[in-house]
Structure formats: structure tokens, C-alpha cells
């Protein structure tokens, strides 16, 4: 008996992977504030389940920079992240709209930018 022609859509043997279920929300938050008379805005990107990309511009010098952090949590509407490379924790609350940071392993945090969106 001949072999059987695999069925349409099917690769013949090779198993599809499932679909990746689509990453929870936010998948952006842009934030403002300000350093003394230095006017900040910028955004957190989650890249993937683990990743986000920091993008944020200052006014005075005029300076953009780009930053990488680890997210290590969620919990009731917050999001905490690392930077392990500057041991930066940054803290995305999302109840209160407002971003924290910290520098002394989470002991203490510091308000730092308003949440103008979270989508």
C-alpha cells in the first residue's frame, strides 16, 4: 500500500508550535516630569514577557537616552523592573499613576514621573 500525502495544512510529521498567548496589558506607559527645570517625557515598551525598553527625552541638554530593564513582577496593578546594570529598580503603579525608583535593593522608593497612558 503507498504511503498517504499528508492532509492540507499539515507539514507532513513536523508538530506546529501552539500560539504564544498575547502579552497582558500595558504594553506602553508614557510618563512626564521634571528634574528642577529640566522637562522629561518618555515611555516603558514591553518588548516580550521578560523585557521592557525604556525611551525617555530631556529638555535641557536636549539628550534622549534608551535603557534596558528585567520585568521581575506584577502585583495588583504594579509592574517592577530592574536595570541590572545600574542595580535601577523602577516601580510602575498603575493604581496611583505615578513611577518610583530605587537604588538600595527595593528598601526605599522614590517618586519620579507622572502616567500620562497605559495601554
Known amino acids: 500500500m503507498p504511503p498517504q500525502a499528508p492532509a492540507a495544512g499539515d507539514a507532513g510529521g513536523s508538530e506546529a ?3 504564544r498567548a498575547p502579552l497582558p496589558p500595558p504594553l506602553i506607559v508614557q510618563y512626564r516630569g521634571q528634574f528642577g527645570d ?3 517625557v518618555g515611555r516603558f515598551e514591553r518588548l516580550d ?3 521592557w525598553l525604556e525611551t525617555n527625552h530631556e529638555s535641557n541638554p536636549g539628550r534622549d537616552d534608551v535603557l534596558s530593564f528585567e520585568d521581575k513582577g506584577r502585583k495588583g496593578g504594579v509592574i517592577e523592573m530592574l536595570d541590572d546594570t545600574r542595580a535601577m529598580w523602577i ?3 498603575l493604581n496611583t499613576r505615578r513611577i518610583f525608583w530605587s537604588t538600595n535593593g527595593k ?3 522614590n ?3 507622572n502616567i ?3 495601554k
Do not use: E, G, L, Q
Open 49 to 51: 514577557a521578560n523585557r
Open 38 to 40: 529640566n522637562h522629561v
Open 17 to 19: 508550535s501552539p500560539p
Open 107 to 109: 528598601k526605599s522608593w
Open 91 to 93: 516601580r510602575i503603579d
Open 111 to 113: 517618586y519620579i514621573y
Open 116 to 118: 500620562t497612558s497605559a
